[in-house]
């Protein structure tokens, strides 16, 4: 199961409360439930499942369970969120899943849209965690250019004249500084940056690539302490160096890779990588506002 397992573990407050609220409210999937203990196996859409174990579990068995279960139930690579954390869950219709819950009676449901973008719909669970369903909007060539190249500018605004104290603030204790959201967003375009010159110098070749966890790589690359503004500055180049080449290759958006999951195009990756940015430039600000700096 290790490969097409569970992607999401939550740690839920009572687990039987949960998984009424996670199948009759949002219309999950109760697939099994652990005869040793208090774990249940769900699924959320064809393709995403979820694991959910009770957290009253002492230390040394909710390890023990986890362990268990990562050799049965879950992917060797699952996302743990904690509470207070977005999950997001890419789905066809955004508006469709909008009136489903509706129609079950879900409640504080808040939609947000990026024309030619993005459409999401945040959803509030009972165990402190927000579910945010997406679905990608149509945007034309043009445009997704535009988004692309307006990234380096607005990144640069966002952070414009905080000082390196400032840059450690964040919106609540245990989540990501700004100067973590700026690592990041910075570290999965480089990733992603890969594929796209694979696209662009190869077209229609296969291409096998690394999951990406942004937990290990904020760790392991130390984002907490380090400076951000040569990260900035390269951030700029990178997307520089990319529409140069779509402006100089024909039809360099159309240009694919093939992954083990799909065809993917350097529009769709610009596209992601524009929304993705606009993402974290966004948390950023929210940051700022908050602790008015």
Request: charged residues 25%; aromatic residues 6%.
């Amino acid at each position: 199961m290790a490969d097409n397992g569970a992607k999401l573990l939550l740690q839920v407050d009572d687990l039987q409360a949960s998984i009424v609220f996670y199948t009759q409210q949002l219309g999950w999937e109760l697939l099994e439930r652990a005869a040793s203990g208090p774990v249940a196996l769900l699924r959320i859409t064809s393709d995403y499942d979820a694991v959910l174990i009770q957290q009253t579990l002492s230390a040394q068995l909710l390890t023990e369970a986890q362990t268990e279960l990562a050799a049965g139930w879950l992917q060797n690579k699952y996302a743990s969120p904690k509470k207070g954390d977005l999950i997001y869950v890419g789905v066809a219709s955004v508006n469709a899943v909008e009136a489903s819950l509706q129609a079950k009676g879900c409640k504080e449901l808040r939609k947000e849209e990026n024309p030619g973008h993005i459409r999401k719909l945040f959803v509030p669970d009972v165990d402190g965690y927000t579910f945010v369903y997406w679905e990608e909007l149509p945007a034309t060539h043009a445009e997704i250019k535009e988004m692309y190249a307006a990234g380096a500018d607005e990144l640069e605004s966002a952070i414009a004249g905080l000082t390196e104290e400032q840059l450690n603030r964040s919106q609540a204790p245990g989540k990501w500084s700004i100067r973590q959201q700026v690592l990041h967003l910075i570290d999965l375009e480089l990733v992603t940056l890969h594929k796209v010159k694979f696209a662009l110098a190869e077209p229609g070749r296969a291409y096998q690539g690394n999951s990406f966890s942004q937990d290990d790589w904020s760790i392991g690359l130390d984002y907490r302490n380090r400076s951000i503004h040569a990260e900035v500055q390269l951030f700029r180049a990178m997307r520089q160096h990319i529409l140069g080449l779509c402006e100089h290759l024909p039809n360099a958006l159309e240009r694919t890779v093939t992954t083990k999951e799909r065809k993917e195009s350097v529009a769709l990756l610009l596209k992601m990588m524009a929304g993705h940015a606009k993402h974290h430039i966004r948390a950023v600000n929210e940051i700022r506002d908050l602790h008015d700096c």
